[in-house]
């Protein structure tokens, strides 16, 4: 059983570089405007089906913003002179 690397393509690293920090502002501001409108649920219920959701909507939220944060420090200290994001 070997396994076979499959390279990708360079118009998958192309929409990457593009739209990775984009694509995490988004996903964290997303994930912003669910717990503001869903969290007050949080203390009313008791339901997990509630509760479980909401938890990983924080934690979640947090990890995207942070990891954008990174992508952002990351293209500051670019020296390779891209000044793309």
């Given at each position: 059983?070997?396994?076979?690397?499959?390279?990708?393509?360079?118009?998958?690293?192309?929409?990457?570089?593009?739209?990775?920090?984009?694509?995490?502002?988004?996903?964290?501001?997303?994930?912003?405007?669910?717990?503001?409108?869903?969290?007050?649920?949080?203390?009313?219920?008791?339901?997990?089906?509630?509760?479980?959701?909401?938890?990983?909507?924080?934690?979640?939220?947090?990890?995207?913003?942070?990891?954008?944060?990174?992508l952002i420090a990351s293209s500051q200290t670019d020296?390779?002179?891209?000044?793309?994001?």
């Amino acid at each position: 059983m070997g396994s076979s690397a499959v390279p990708i393509s360079d118009t998958v690293k192309k929409i990457w570089d593009k739209w990775n920090l984009r694509g995490f502002i988004l996903l964290s501001l997303s994930l912003q405007t669910f717990l503001i409108l869903c969290a007050p649920m949080r203390k009313r219920t008791s339901s997990k089906w509630v509760i479980v959701p909401i938890w990983l909507a924080y934690l979640l939220a947090d990890w995207a913003a942070n990891f954008a944060i990174g992508l952002i420090a990351s293209s500051q200290t670019d020296t390779t002179g891209r000044r793309d994001n």
